[in-house]
Nanobody
Framework: QVQLVESGGGLVQPGGSLRLSCLAS????????MGWYRQAPGKERELVAT???????VYVDSVKGRFTISRDYAKNAVYLQMNSLKPEDTAVYFC????????????WGPGTQVTVSS
């Protein structure tokens, strides 16, 4: 099993920045891509950004140019630098890890709240 723990959420004013961190522990050799999803109240969970072991990245259109995903393989960590935050970025952000073996369930963190409000 793999355990994911997020940190770095909080309350920030529009235009501000936050950096989310996620540390993986356990059978981390089973992980391929790591990334972030978010879920706002009344909405479905959506992909924010993800990065494979090979370094390929994917961002949802709404965060392109504002958010940056990065990984530290030595620390089994993934980060999300969020700049120019908007109220519509308010959501619970979940760390996600996809397995090397396709078809097996993803790993998920418990989530961290990000609130963008003045």
């Amino acid at each position: 099993q793999v355990q994911l723990v997020e940190s770095g959420g909080g309350l920030v004013q529009p235009g501000g920045s936050l950096r989310l961190s996620c540390l993986a522990s356990g059978r981390t050799f089973t992980i391929n891509a790591m990334g972030w999803y978010r879920q706002a109240p009344g909405k479905e969970r959506e992909l924010v950004a993800t990065q494979t072991r090979e370094g390929s990245t994917v961002y949802v259109d709404s965060v392109k140019g504002r958010f940056t995903i990065s990984r530290d393989y030595a620390k089994n960590a993934v980060y999300l630098q969020m700049n120019s935050l908007k109220p519509e970025d308010t959501a619970v952000y979940f760390c996600n890890a996809k397995r090397v073996v396709a078809g097996l369930p993803d790993y998920w963190g418990p989530g961290t709240q990000v609130t963008v409000s003045s």
